[in-house]
């Protein structure tokens, strides 16, 4: 996988490493993404880095690509076969119901309900999608001066999931490349659990910078490196369920949960589409 390369930014909600479509598709550019393994831009930001690291990294990226388009990753030029914006090639991919949802976020209202809608959807790609432009959108809330809990309902549902081991079925894979399959269904399951805990983890970020006691909860995807040895899916979720979880829950029981969403309800937030985490 190319670490800086479309696929693995946050504004594509359609791909991450073999999970996906074919294609992706840019929430920033508005283009399908027909070359995403090969191509970047200025605003790429990386869904395997936690937020801090993750722009970090993107302040060192855009000096060497524009944001302005999507470029090669090997040289920092446009070539038009790599991208679309053809009605005709949206209606075709909305013809799948998660990429339906996706082409629209940001454009008809509310960023959240598409976020809801994703989340009503069973399955790996539909939660990779949620998890992809969550993160764009709480780092735009955050950046217009807007409180963390502005994502409370975003959290509490991947809360909710965060032991649960993801069923890759062969149609949600893009690529196996020379692994044999249900070496890749696991490895596509341990990188979305991944993304799951790195998504929490951002908004522990934040809920810290705004002196909440979830922040104190720390580098949760650090603590899960540091305490697993083997790759096992298993394991994996033992220790989210023996570790993580009651960190979090300590913090941010599904009382005081219940509080922030009736707080959020009495003053609901609206963002626009995900900005750059500057």
Known sequence: ????????????????GALGLA??????????????????????????????RAIEVSVIHKTHYTPEYIARLHDGRCYTPDVSNNEKDKE?????????????????????????????????????????LGRGYIANCMSCGGKWTSAVHLYWW???RITEIPEIKVEDLRSAGATQLARQADLTSWSLMMLRLTFIDDIATYANQQDDALGTVSNLPEQAALALDSFNLRTLSKWLKKEAAPQLDARLSHLRYTELAKQLHATPVTAAVPANAE
């Open 1 to 16: 996988m190319k670490l800086h390369s479309c696929q693995n930014c946050w504004f594509n909600g359609l791909q991450y």
């Open 23 to 52: 294609v992706g598709y840019c929430a920033r550019h508005k283009k399908i993404l027909n070359a995403s393994d090969d191509t970047t831009c200025g605003l790429h930001l990386r869904k395997d880095l936690t937020v801090s």
């Open 92 to 132: 075709h991919l909305r013809k799948d119901v998660i990429a339906d949802i996706v082409v629209d976020y940001g454009e008809l209202g509310s960023t959240i309900e598409s976020l809801a809608q994703l989340k009503a959807i069973p399955g790996a790609r539909a939660e990779l999608a949620m998890l992809s």
């Open 158 to 160: 991947s809360r909710r």
